[in-house]
């Protein structure tokens, strides 16, 4: 069995929390991570999608990641900080200052300005990856990005840059977990709840990405922990769950809102005072909608509102 290059454990995103003025609630973002902390959480990523790294400024991305950095002291904690820019030069400098500060794993997505050609796709992740070696880099593969990678292209980057560690999927294609699962990689892989107990039901193993599951963490350990013990009775009890789940979130809230929109309405079911702001020019979730979904909960999965 190959060794992997980050542990498969359960990656939490932070969201951010902000004022009617669109300012950082910085105690209200301490008792977030608190929160995670205190149910089991050690590896925290911030700036992903839901996390807003796309829309924060320069000087919040120093502010947030400063916060961030005082909250994750602790030889058990693992705090990773999200790359999200149209400018590589943005994101080399982001990264700068968060190494300067402490942080040594990253998360980064690609430039989406335009797709990445195959020479260019080599170059930039050489580019992020080699002037920090004693750091670890997950990529996260979506769409946003134009361009979604491919199991050999991760095959090939990860035999050529070794502090490249893994790769974050929400993909719900079995053929993907399929390849994903039979690939012998040093690449760690992490897969959101539908894709994550699909793999194990067919004998992979990955790390667990959780999204809805943020809305009640202690059911999602016992998800990551039906995983890791192959009980296929419970994992498949767990798949219907989460379709469910997902199938009242999006009768709640419409699609077509970013991440952040849904992340911040499971954050609001752990304290409901977490506000559901999203930075301008991106729509929220409503109170309303917050409400529908908390209703729908309550009548079909009473368990994760317990």
């Not at 260019?120 to 004693?134: R, T």
Request: aromatic share 14%; hydrophobic share 40%.
């Amino acid at each position: 069995m190959i060794n992997k290059r980050y542990p498969r454990t359960i990656l939490a995103t932070a969201c951010i929390p902000w004022d009617e003025s669109h300012q950082f609630m910085e105690d209200m973002f301490r008792k977030h991570i608190k929160d995670l902390k205190d149910k089991g959480i050690h590896h925290i990523y911030l700036f992903g999608t839901a996390g807003e790294g796309y829309a924060v400024s320069d000087a919040q991305f120093d502010e947030i990641v400063h916060v961030f950095v005082q909250e994750m002291q602790g030889p058990d904690l693992h705090p990773m900080v999200g790359l999200v820019s149209l400018s590589f030069e943005t994101m080399s400098e982001r990264l700068r200052k968060a190494y300067a500060a402490g942080i040594r794993d990253f998360q980064f997505s690609l430039p989406s300005w335009g797709p990445l050609a195959d020479r260019e796709l080599v170059d930039f992740v050489h580019a992020l990856c080699d002037p920090y070696p004693d750091c670890r880099f997950l990529h996260y593969n979506l769409m946003r990005s134009k361009r979604l990678l491919q199991v050999d292209e991760y095959v090939q980057l990860a035999n050529d840059i070794p502090n490249f560690a893994g790769a974050k999927f929400t993909t719900k294609d079995t053929f993907i977990v399929h390849q994903l699962m039979e690939t012998d990689s040093p690449l760690q892989f992490f897969l959101g709840e539908l894709g994550f107990g699909y793999a194990h039901m067919i004998g992979g193993e990955c790390g667990l990405l959780i999204s809805i599951g943020n809305s009640h963490i202690a059911r999602a350990q016992k998800f990551y922990q039906a995983a890791l013990n192959r009980d296929l009775s419970s994992l498949a009890g767990f798949q219907t769950e989460f379709s469910g789940l997902l199938k009242g979130l999006f009768q709640s809230i419409r699609s077509g809102h970013m991440d952040g929109a849904y992340d911040k309405v499971f954050c609001k079911l752990i304290d409901s005072q977490f506000p559901l702001r999203l930075l301008p020019p991106y729509e929220s979730s409503t109170e309303e909608q917050y409400a529908a979904y908390q209703t729908y909960l309550q009548q079909h999965y009473p368990q994760w509102l317990e």
